[in-house]
């Protein structure tokens, strides 16, 4: 069997394609063929080092595919059964995984493995991002980073469709204009000392937004903070640009008693009941045009590599894949 390890921590050139001996359930899990495996900015960490495991291990933690094996204790889930799953670790670039059958989502049958595997993680980011970490309510004015992004585009498009207005940033015009297209009111091309707070103020009367989505990080914290209007909630879910100055009481308190949160989507799936409802509503947005899954390319598992140096580019709109049949 075919899977992408990381040997030692570092670049993708550290990402290695190995044989091993195919996996086999333990009590309470499944083997799943996988048909489609997510990239995820946790995977960069993770070969980074930044979040450390024992070396080898398997890269991935996000995909679907159709279960061949179960293990003994399993009840819900049978052989023949088309699953996905998120934040498993060493479930993800290899032809055949184990998940814990807890952690398995049941894939409709009108809808693709590549279309479950990227919308897992992302999906389920935005709806806890809408639903629980800040309720985003009709009239609401949201700024959203890397809105062109594969969880950008799905953010701005759900919280358009609450009612909100959305402000988007984004690195090139294209991406701006995709942002637009996923219903973004305005767009802010960031760089070249372009004062993005400045422009977002100006944008809303002066007012600043009610929330502001942050998966950058260190590069637009700061923007995030003086985005916000008295009262406002700076919701920091990832880092892409790397791990941000800490945020202390002054600077909320000088900015007009700001909240701030850093949410994760372990939080927000801690039993099985909690998953199936975010991932079912995911799912019915899918299934009914109102969340636009956009795959940006799909990689055979040789070129993993490739994969996650486009990812961290940053170049890409929308979700990455890795397909290990190829």
């Not at 990381?6 to 044989?19: K, M, R, S």
């Not at 980074?48 to 933690?61: D, N, R, W």
């Not at 956009?294 to 890409?316: D, G, I, K």
Request: hydrophobic share 40%; charged share 25%.
């Amino acid at each position: 069997m075919r899977a992408v390890q990381v040997t030692e921590f570092g670049g993708p050139e550290v990402l290695a394609l190995v044989d091993l001996e195919g996996p086999r359930p333990g009590p309470g899990e499944v083997v799943v063929e996988v048909a489609a495996a997510g990239v995820n900015y946790i995977d960069l960490y993770q070969r980074e080092g930044v979040y450390q495991a024992p070396t080898p291990f398997t890269a991935g933690s996000e995909g679907a595919g159709r279960v061949v094996e179960v293990g003994d204790e399993v009840r819900d889930v049978a052989v023949g059964d088309r699953v996905a799953w998120l934040m498993v670790p060493g479930a993800g670039y290899a032809e055949r995984v184990v998940v814990p059958a807890e952690r398995c989502v049941p894939v409709p049958d009108e809808m693709t493995d590549a279309d479950a595997a990227a919308v897992m993680l992302q999906g389920v980011t935005v709806d806890y991002l809408t639903r629980s970490t800040y309720v985003v309510s009709p009239g609401d004015d949201v700024l959203v980073h890397a809105a062109a992004g594969g969880t950008g585009l799905l953010l701005t498009r759900a919280c358009t469709q609450l009612g909100a207005r959305v402000i988007g940033t984004a690195s090139t015009p294209e991406k701006c204009r995709a942002a637009e297209t996923a219903g973004a009111v305005a767009t802010v091309q960031y760089g070249d000392g372009v004062d993005v707070a400045a422009e977002v103020r100006r944008l809303t009367d002066g007012r600043g937004v009610h929330v502001a989505y942050d998966g950058v990080g260190a590069s637009t914290r700061t923007a995030s903070l003086d985005s916000l209007r008295r009262r406002g909630t700076y919701v920091l879910f990832g880092q892409a640009s790397g791990a941000p100055d800490p945020v202390s009481g002054p600077d909320l308190n000088k900015r007009g008693s700001l909240y701030f949160t850093r949410p994760t989507v372990v939080d927000h799936v801690v039993d099985r009941a909690e998953l199936l409802e975010r991932c079912e509503r995911v799912f019915a947005a899918v299934r009914d045009g109102s969340m636009v899954v956009t795959v940006a390319a799909t990689f055979p598992l040789a070129e993993a590599a490739e994969a996650q140096r486009l990812l961290a580019s940053r170049r890409s709109s929308g979700k990455i894949l890795v397909d290990p049949r190829h």
